[in-house]
């Protein structure tokens, strides 16, 4: 479930990021999240503590409970 939830959200992410034509340097900046960090979490490495989580919606001007709800509904 762990790995599912991981992919998921990794998923969400890129789409958010893609619809903006925002590159993972270009959501680095915005978000102040290494870029290496991003491309873990949208590879369903790493799932983003609730800070990042935070910072990455902030910066895709999303709140954070919008790619909450949107992980729950694929799982």
Do not use: C
Not at 34 to 50: A, F
Request: aromatic share 6%.
């Amino acid at each position: 479930m762990a790995n599912r939830v991981a992919r998921s959200f990794g998923s969400i992410l890129r789409q958010h990021r893609a619809e903006r034509g925002w590159s993972q340097q270009l959501l680095s900046l915005k978000s102040k999240v290494d870029r290496s960090y991003i491309s873990q979490i949208e590879s369903g490495i790493h799932v983003p503590t609730i800070t990042v989580l935070w910072r990455l919606a902030r910066a895709l001007e999303v709140s954070p409970s919008k790619l909450i709800v949107r992980l729950e509904r694929m799982l």
